[in-house]
């Protein structure tokens, strides 16, 4: 059983921006690069890097997600109180 994943996010405060960004992704864009760009979330910066987090430390949306995708794998948006994330995990242990 995983306890722990790597993730990335890029966070934005509207679906119609979220679904943007995600075409983006679809057409070839790099999730770093995207990150950076339209990222609220200061771990834009890093590429939008949240590094590894377990259950329990990332509101429950945004953790279901990340702990059901595929290493590799990026999400549909995922609303929460802060806006609609995409998430992208990296690694998984």
Known sequence: MTS???ASHILVSSRKEADKVLNKLK???RFDDLA???SSCP???KGGDLGYFGRGQM???FEDTAFTLQ???TSEP???KFGYHLIKVTDKR
């Open 36 to 38: 950076k760009k339209h």
């Open 27 to 29: 057409a070839g864009a």
């Open 43 to 45: 771990s834009g910066r």
């Open 78 to 80: 995922v609303h929460t």
């Open 4 to 6: 722990q994943v790597k």
């Open 71 to 73: 290493k590799g794998q």
């Open 59 to 61: 509101v429950k949306p």
